[in-house]
């Protein structure tokens, strides 16, 4: 199970933290990651991260803006969002997918990932 916290409202520019909480399974062989869905519009891949290789990729909207962590200790991952837009507006959700291949996979597509967390709607105004 993922449970997903943290959105908000806030303003342009600000900065807020999501986390997604993981129980039952360990991560060792996952991939895991965030996506977005704004109203309207098809889900859109956010950032993901191997959880046992620490590998991370990022969509082009957010490089350098957003950043993805995960403490194993925890089985918890962050998405770390700062510099925040009117455009990031979205709903949240934080995804898991079990690697098939490969030591440092990652997955960028909703297909590839098979369990996901209730969103979180994040909000910024202008």
């Known amino acids: 199970q993922l449970q997903a916290s943290g959105g908000g409202l806030t303003q342009a520019g600000n900065s807020l933290r999501l986390s997604c909480a993981a129980s039952?399974?360990?991560?060792?062989?996952?991939?895991v990651g965030w996506f977005r869905q704004a109203p309207g519009k098809d889900r859109e891949f956010v950032a993901a991260i191997n959880w046992s290789r620490g590998r991370t990729a990022y969509g082009d909207s957010v490089k350098g803006r957003f950043t993805i962590s995960r403490d194993s200790a925890k089985r918890t991952m962050y998405l770390q969002m700062d510099s925040l837009k009117p455009e990031d507006t979205a709903v949240y959700y934080c995804?898991?997918?079990?690697?098939?291949?490969?030591?440092?996979?990652?997955?960028?597509?909703?297909?590839?990932?098979?369990?996901w967390g209730q969103g979180t709607l994040v909000t910024v105004s202008s």
């Open positions: 039952g399974r360990p991560f060792d062989s996952y991939v």
């Open positions: 995804a898991a997918a079990r690697i098939r291949s490969g030591y440092s996979t990652i997955y960028e597509e909703v297909v590839d990932y098979g369990y």
